[in-house]
């Protein structure tokens, strides 16, 4: 894809799942990635396989690092990297914090550190990873929720506001993928995701098909759209029907 030929490319939460799936098609697509993960040997291990350089760290504070590891200019950022933080309101603040800090504000602060550039040659792309909990819910994580939504709304101010001025963003918003993160969902995830769930290859491809159509909301389970329909023009029956979830959940769960 000429759009990524060449281009400077980060992902940040790459040693697996869908982040490593998007760095891996980056590359193959030309790009040069930067891999980036709290853990370091696992952003080595993606990296070499791909030929991208391993930056590891914290999200927050990786836009510096890996804008000098590109020969100075980021042009397509992935704010991948992510929490899914279980539990209800009574999940304890430092959970809440961190679902908080990684989810959102992770995004806001990379946003703050790339758009002086970007505004100023009229050109960059953001890729948010923000989940179908962003436009739905998840029963079982409020923090996880919460913050998708946080995520999920970030995106579509970035989109609106700066949009005339060059900046393409994408949110990525799938259902159940077969990740880690799937895995430690538990029953929860065992009810609502895992029976339709996909490879993070499927992300990828539906992320580069969204590139490729100028898309700003990909959707790698079709079927988040009519949810999310039916959640819009008749909210009352949505909560009816997820709250049905809720207790087939407490019942079996």
């Known amino acids: ?47 070499d396989e791909i030929g991208g350089i391993a930056v590891p760290g914290d999200a927050s504070e990786i836009v510096a690092p890996a804008r000098e590891a590109l020969g100075g200019t980021v042009d397509v950022y992935c704010a991948n990297a992510g929490v899914a933080s279980g539990g209800t309101e009574a999940a304890d603040d430092k959970v809440w914090a961190l679902a908080w800090d990684v989810n959102v504000m992770a995004h ?25 909990a962003g436009l ?17 709304a970030f995106a ?24 880690d993160m799937l895995t430690a969902s538990g029953s ?9 769930a996909i490879d993070p290859e499927d992300v990828a491809d539906a992320l ?23 959640r819009a023009t008749d909210p009352e029956r949505w909560l009816t029907n997820m709250n049905h979830i809720q207790r087939k959940w407490e019942t079996t769960g």
């Open 1 to 47: 894809m000429g759009v990524v030929q060449g281009a400077g490319v980060v992902v940040t939460g790459a040693g697996g799942g869908i982040g490593a799936a998007l760095a891996r098609r980056f590359a193959a697509e030309g790009a040069r990635v930067v891999v980036n993960d709290l853990d370091g040997d696992r952003a080595k291990a993606v990296a």
């Open 108 to 132: 806001v602060r990379a946003a703050h550190a790339l758009l002086p550039q970007w505004l100023e040659r009229g050109s960059g792309r953001f890729v948010s990873t923000v989940s179908a």
């Open 136 to 152: 739905l819910t998840m029963i079982g994580a409020a923090p996880y929720s919460v913050t998708k939504h946080g995520a999920y």
């Open 156 to 179: 579509e101010w970035l989109s609106l506001t700066y949009r005339h001025r060059g900046l393409k963003v994408h949110a990525i918003c799938p259902q159940g993928v077969r990740t």
């Open 188 to 196: 929860a995830g065992d009810l609502v995701l895992a029976p339709t």
């Open 208 to 230: 580069f098909d969204g590139i490729e159509k100028d898309r700003f909301l990909i959707l790698p389970h079709p079927e988040v759209a009519d949810f999310y329909q039916a």
